[in-house]
């Protein structure tokens, strides 16, 4: 089965691994079962995961699902039975074929997501207790506007691309304020009667 302790820097490299385990046939086949890729909040990674069912808590609460495959026999494996054997194309071999079909299936899958994965992540992140202290920080600390991602991202582990979404969403917020030193750098801080 999926190895969980593997922890990806970005939503892709999670991904493939996913692909490659369907490829390798390293998930379960019960009538709910399921593949994820996770974020982990504790750990600012994407994790893969397989369950025998699709509402498995056993995730953690630190976990969100980003994204998910069911893998029961008529959604994953019949599905895939019958198109080889109708759409068996001359110059593919079997294996060939399911692993493009697979890959359709990963596709339709990301299309059923509403946002993009790692938007999903950093609102979540804004709600994690690394990143509401960080802003907490803001308000005696000021930094400038462009050390943000990398503040992020060294401090904290959170991987670069979620750390900028994260960024964005702090500047956005209504109780930051941006100001612009003398030298023209603009610097970033919590507003003081935000506690």
């Not at 109780?175 to 003081?192: F, H, P, V």
């Amino acid at each position: 089965m999926i190895n969980r302790n593997i922890i990806f820097q970005n939503f892709d490299a999670a991904l493939d691994e996913l692909k490659q385990s369907l490829y390798n046939g390293e998930y379960y086949k019960t009538p709910n079962s399921c593949v994820y890729v996770l974020y982990d909040l504790e750990i600012h990674g994407f994790r893969t995961f397989a369950s025998s069912l699709c509402e498995d808590t056993s995730t953690g609460e630190a976990t969100i699902k980003v994204f998910e495959i069911k893998t029961n026999q008529d959604e994953f494996d019949g599905y895939i039975d019958k198109r080889i054997n109708q759409d068996l194309l001359e110059n593919l071999s079997k294996v060939e074929c399911r692993k493009l079909l697979i890959d359709y299936l990963v596709h339709l899958g990301l299309e059923k997501i509403q946002k993009n994965p790692l938007e999903i992540a950093a609102k979540h992140e804004m709600q994690s207790k690394d990143v509401k202290g960080f802003i907490n920080k803001l308000q005696y600390t000021p930094q400038k506007v462009d050390d943000l991602p990398l503040l992020l991202a060294g401090w904290y582990n959170i991987p670069p691309a979620i750390a900028r979404l994260v960024e964005k969403n702090i500047i956005e917020d209504k109780n930051m304020e941006i100001y612009t030193d003398t030298t023209g750098q603009k610097w970033i801080k919590l507003q003081s009667t935000v506690l």
